[in-house]
């Protein structure tokens, strides 16, 4: 696999309104979208968002959950996108997306849905979750039995014979080393339940194929959490999976400005380098 900087003279010769990029491994070029006429429904939605402090305007009941509030809390505010697409009739779809979750939301109406398998994720997700509490259960009471020979043995160097010592010792060693093993094993499921979540990532291209994420991730340093979850692979898939033929992609941020101050209100933003990029070129293939 080629590693991320080979690629670099490719993308200073892209087009400078490109919005989002990547290399795609089988036509052995960076694919592109630029922002064609998307900035217009993008400040569309900025007014929207503005004006409504929600984003489920499209229900008539509002949820708590879907204020826009939260965007303004600590934690900052967030990534929004759409894209300009034609259906296959001709007429113009417009596409929008938020990333990752809204609020601890992965769905709200008027808006597209993740890239990953969510009645999948809901269905492993406490089989997991209690497998976990379970491992973690299992370190605590092997670190109180750890904590208890520790004592006996001190107990046994400051009072015991050497028999008693010697037997205390080896009682604390090997509880010190079913210690480390139940933290080894909650790490060792940890990470590969990782690739159980990130094979639910099923993205689809505009050649029709359909490739786990696991796959088509272009760098070998890993997959960082949340791939796939920003609006660039969300509306693309969405727009590959309903058939429609994107044109232009705008992503803007939206609310307080970011921990590191890299993002900051009503802003526009390329396809982020991380996490977007590895995935783009085979997601915009095809088109
Ligand atoms: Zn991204
Ligand atoms: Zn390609």
């Avoid at 309104?17 to 900035?39: F, I, K, M, P, Q």
């Avoid at 769905?107 to 809901?122: H, K």
């Avoid at 904590?147 to 008693?164: H, V, Y």
């Avoid at 480390?180 to 060792?188: H, I, M, Q, V």
Wanted: hydrophobic share 30%; proline share 4%.
């Amino acid at each position: 696999m080629k590693n991320i900087t080979d690629i670099d003279h490719l993308i200073t010769a892209l087009p400078k309104d490109a919005t989002c990029y990547g290399y795609c491994t089988a036509c052995d070029e960076v694919h592109y979208l630029t922002e064609g006429n998307s900035r217009k429904y993008a400040l569309e939605l900025m007014a929207e968002l503005e004006q409504n402090k929600r984003i489920d305007f499209h229900t008539p009941d509002p949820e708590p959950t879907f204020s826009t509030d939260c965007l303004w809390e600590k934690r900052g505010g967030q990534m929004f996108g759409v894209l300009e697409c034609v259906d296959a009739d001709g007429n113009t779809v417009v596409l929008r997306a938020f990333s990752g979750q809204f609020n601890t939301r992965w769905q709200a109406e008027g808006w597209v849905p993740p890239t990953f398998d969510l009645d999948g994720y809901y269905q492993i997700l406490p089989k997991i979750e209690s497998s976990v509490h379970q491992m973690t259960d299992d370190i605590e009471s092997c670190k109180q039995k750890a904590d208890q020979c520790k004592l006996k043995f001190e107990e046994a160097m400051r009072s015991g014979g050497r028999a008693a010592q010697k037997g205390c010792r080896r009682q604390m060693r090997e509880a010190f080393k079913a210690l480390e093993l139940s933290k080894k094993n909650r790490r060792t499921y940890s990470q590969s339940m990782m690739f159980v979540f990130q094979d639910l990532y099923q993205l689809q291209n505009f050649k029709g194929d359909q490739h786990s994420i696991l796959n088509v991730f272009y760098e070998d340093r890993g997959i960082p959490t949340g791939s796939g979850d920003c609006c660039a692979p969300k509306l693309l898939h969405a727009a590959a999976q309903n058939g429609l033929t994107p044109l232009g992609l705008t992503e803007f941020y939206f609310g307080k400005e970011n921990k590191s101050s890299t993002k900051y209100h009503k802003k526009f933003y390329l396809g982020c380098k991380n996490k977007c990029q590895p995935i783009l070129g085979y997601m915009l293939c095809g088109l």
